[in-house]
């Protein structure tokens, strides 16, 4: 690839992977804040209407391109179980706490992933932009994972407010990293908010199939699918070594 000077990459199933266990044990935590805080509530009573809030919540956000965040699943989950908790209740607030702090027992980075970036480091300027509905977890999962110091900027759609595959979150990347967008590649395994997003945004994107390439697992809420839609023409990278091999740098 030709005159790239950036390198924006998505974070879930690109450069960090989540166990299975993950959102069953999130979910688990999330039950258990409920009952320090005075309610307690059957976890099996709680997860189909839990489920359900966050799948209306989610089509609702990937519709209108606007984030939403988890806060508005949970007071809706609790609604339908005739417990009326504002989303903005500070039980709620340490719910979605609790919540996100299973995902740093349960994250890993996919192998290569600190050295692929140091070395990037010192020919690109790199920036990280990632559908996460609670920006506070995500920046603390990649300040966890050692990925900070290589991201200038760190951008988040729980923060932003809107969302991949919304054009404005890629505007936003383009802007911090102050390059013109025939100079900035994108890095991602979503088709829809990563690939199709990032070409309906004027920029390059780059296909990772690292984790379904090897039939790993991938948390169910991260994934939208519609793979038939990535063309010939964008380039598919299962391992660093590709994208080194794409950048000609080694």
Same mark, same amino acid.
């Not at 992977?17 to 509530?41: D, Q, W, Y």
């Not at 920036?127 to 977890?137: D, I, M, R, V």
């Not at 759609?157 to 505007?171: C, D, M, N, Q, T």
């Not at 994108?186 to 829809?192: A, F, N, R, W």
């Given at each position: 690839?030709?005159? @790239?000077?950036? &390198?924006?990459?998505?974070? !879930?199933?690109?450069?960090?992977?989540?166990?299975?266990?993950?959102?069953?044990?999130?979910?688990?935590?999330?039950?258990?804040?409920?009952?320090?805080?005075?309610?307690? +509530?059957?976890?099996?009573?709680?997860?189909?209407?839990?489920?359900?809030?966050?799948?209306?919540? $989610?089509?609702?956000?990937?519709?209108?391109?606007?984030?939403?965040?988890?806060?508005?699943? $949970?007071?809706?989950?609790?609604? =339908?179980?005739? /417990?009326? &908790?504002?989303?903005?209740?500070?039980?709620?607030?340490?719910? @979605?706490? *609790?919540?996100? =702090? *299973?995902?740093?027992?349960?994250?890993?980075?996919?192998?290569?992933?600190?050295?692929?970036?140091?070395?990037? %480091?010192?020919?690109?300027?790199?920036?990280?932009?990632?559908? !996460?509905? /609670?920006?506070? *977890?995500?920046?603390?999962?990649?300040?966890?994972?050692?990925?900070?110091?290589?991201?200038?900027?760190?951008?988040? =759609?729980?923060?932003?407010?809107?969302?991949?595959?919304?054009?404005?979150?890629?505007?936003?990347?383009?802007?911090?990293?102050?390059?013109?967008?025939?100079?900035? &590649?994108?890095?991602?395994?979503?088709?829809?908010?990563?690939? +199709?997003?990032? %070409?309906?945004?004027?920029?390059?994107?780059?296909?990772?199939?690292?984790?379904?390439?090897?039939?790993?697992?991938?948390?169910? =809420?991260?994934?939208?699918? /519609?793979?038939? +839609?990535?063309?010939?023409?964008?380039?598919? $990278?299962?391992?660093?070594?590709?994208?080194?091999?794409? +950048?000609?740098?080694?």
């Amino acid at each position: 690839m030709d005159n @790239v000077k950036a &390198i924006g990459f998505d974070l !879930f199933n690109t450069l960090i992977t989540a166990e299975p266990a993950a959102l069953r044990e999130a979910t688990s935590r999330l039950i258990r804040s409920f009952a320090e805080s005075g309610l307690a +509530l059957d976890p099996e009573a709680f997860k189909k209407p839990y489920r359900e809030a966050a799948l209306r919540f $989610i089509t609702e956000a990937r519709a209108e391109g606007r984030e939403t965040h988890n806060r508005f699943w $949970i007071s809706a989950a609790l609604a =339908s179980m005739g /417990h009326e &908790i504002k989303p903005e209740d500070p039980r709620i607030a340490r719910a @979605v706490e *609790a919540y996100f =702090s *299973a995902f740093f027992d349960y994250c890993r980075l996919i192998p290569g992933t600190k050295e692929m970036l140091a070395e990037l %480091q010192g020919h690109f300027r790199l920036g990280l932009l990632s559908n !996460f509905t /609670h920006a506070p *977890a995500a920046k603390g999962l990649v300040e966890y994972l050692g990925l900070a110091p290589y991201f200038d900027p760190i951008l988040i =759609s729980g923060e932003i407010g809107y969302r991949k595959p919304h054009a404005l979150v890629f505007e936003l990347l383009v802007e911090k990293l102050g390059l013109e967008k025939s100079a900035v &590649i994108y890095i991602g395994d979503d088709p829809e908010p990563d690939i +199709l997003g990032a %070409q309906g945004a004027g920029i390059r994107p780059v296909w990772m199939t690292y984790l379904r390439d090897r039939n790993l697992p991938v948390m169910p =809420s991260t994934v939208t699918g /519609h793979e038939g +839609l990535v063309g010939d023409e964008v380039p598919r $990278i299962s391992e660093w070594n590709d994208l080194f091999t794409l +950048l000609r740098i080694r």
